[in-house]
């Protein structure tokens, strides 16, 4: 009877089953340390026989190093050969795990313009748009180190050309003050139509969103993008700067000239 009991209650909701709490994982032994110690310095040498041998000897990719706990992928995204990263991460080693500035592998590649590491990570699997402690993307330090050729690639696989940092700084504030103007047409039309970042162009986009609105009526999709182009095109930093205040103080005149194209406001003021 009281079988019974509990399985009417059971059913009636009453009574839920205690979930099951996983199992902690296993904290790394010594040997596994070891071997993960031996494939950092394999890393650090260059040596892609040796880092294959200790991955099939089972060396674990993902632990990290104490003093910045980053991963033998992050390191090796610094200099070593394509093929020492590629046998990385066919040994299991995760592209999105970070250090301790949230900083990742393809963060680390994009800083220093390693095209071809940067295809191979966003291959594997690499969050494009991951940003590290300071909200800086792969986008914003291929910017920041002026590496063109990246940051273009970037921006044609996807990248969100208007992600700010905790200063509210922009990659286009960025490429604005550092005079790139290489990238200047690229980011602005990349603004003005998000949907390329998906393959799309400003011909169809236009014609998916259709004509402006008659007078009255709620805005169209159309104008309802480029108001939001605009806002991000005239965004400001934390001290009210604008891409275009960047541009005017560093003396970038064509780069001023391509901010005053796009319609950039004229009357903004710094807070300072």
Same mark, same amino acid.
């Given at each position: 009877?009281?079988?019974?009991?509990?399985?009417v /209650?059971f059913?009636?909701?009453? %009574?839920?089953? %205690?979930?099951?709490?996983?199992?902690?994982?296993?904290?790394?032994?010594?040997?596994?340390?070891k071997?993960?110690?031996?494939?950092?310095?394999?890393?650090? &040498?260059?040596?892609v026989?040796? *880092? /294959?041998? @200790?991955?099939?000897?089972?060396?674990?990719?993902? @632990?990290?190093?104490?003093?910045?706990?980053?991963? =033998?992928?992050?390191?090796?995204?610094?200099? =070593?050969?394509?093929?020492?990263?590629?046998? @990385?991460?066919?040994?299991?080693?995760?592209?999105?795990?970070?250090?301790?500035?949230?900083?990742?592998?393809?963060? %680390?590649?994009?800083? &220093?313009?390693?095209?071809?590491?940067?295809?191979?990570?966003?291959?594997?699997g690499?969050?494009?748009?991951?940003?590290?402690?300071n909200?800086?993307?792969?986008?914003?330090?291929?910017? +920041?180190?002026?590496?063109?050729?990246?940051a273009?690639?970037?921006?044609?696989?996807? =990248?969100?050309?208007?992600?700010?940092?905790?200063?509210?700084?922009?990659?286009?504030? @960025?490429?604005? +003050?550092?005079?790139?103007?290489?990238?200047?047409?690229?980011?602005?039309?990349?603004?003005?139509w998000?949907?390329?970042?998906?393959?799309? /162009?400003?011909? /169809?986009?236009?014609?998916?969103?259709?004509s402006?609105?008659?007078?009255?009526?709620?805005?169209?999709?159309?104008?309802?993008?480029?108001? =939001?182009?605009?806002?991000?095109?005239?965004?400001?930093?934390?001290?009210?700067w604008?891409?275009?205040?960047?541009? *005017? *103080?560093r003396?970038?005149?064509?780069?001023?000239? &391509?901010?005053?194209?796009?319609?950039?406001? &004229?009357?903004?003021?710094?807070?300072g």
């Amino acid at each position: 009877m009281a079988l019974l009991l509990l399985a009417v /209650s059971f059913l009636a909701g009453q %009574t839920k089953p %205690t979930p099951k709490v996983p199992d902690a994982p296993k904290a790394p032994d010594a040997k596994a340390r070891k071997l993960a110690a031996e494939l950092l310095n394999a890393v650090y &040498l260059e040596d892609v026989a040796k *880092v /294959s041998e @200790l991955l099939e000897q089972g060396a674990d990719p993902n @632990l990290t190093r104490d003093e910045d706990e980053a991963t =033998a992928l992050i390191v090796a995204c610094e200099s =070593a050969p394509l093929e020492l990263v590629t046998a @990385l991460l066919n040994g299991k080693a995760d592209p999105n795990l970070t250090d301790a500035a949230a900083g990742t592998a393809l963060m %680390t590649a994009a800083y &220093l313009g390693r095209q071809d590491v940067v295809d191979l990570l966003l291959a594997r699997g690499a969050e494009l748009n991951a940003a590290d402690s300071n909200r800086w993307t792969a986008l914003t330090v291929a910017v +920041a180190n002026h590496e063109v050729t990246t940051a273009l690639a970037l921006l044609a696989a996807g =990248a969100d050309p208007e992600v700010r940092d905790h200063n509210q700084i922009s990659v286009l504030m @960025l490429a604005a +003050a550092a005079g790139i103007e290489p990238l200047l047409e690229p980011l602005l039309e990349s603004i003005a139509w998000p949907q390329r970042r998906a393959g799309g /162009s400003p011909a /169809s986009t236009q014609k998916q969103q259709g004509s402006a609105s008659p007078p009255g009526s709620p805005p169209s999709r159309q104008e309802t993008a480029e108001a =939001a182009a605009k806002a991000a095109i005239n965004a400001t930093d934390s001290e009210g700067w604008s891409a275009l205040h960047h541009a *005017v *103080v560093r003396r970038h005149a064509r780069i001023v000239g &391509l901010l005053l194209e796009r319609g950039v406001a &004229l009357e903004a003021r710094t807070s300072g």
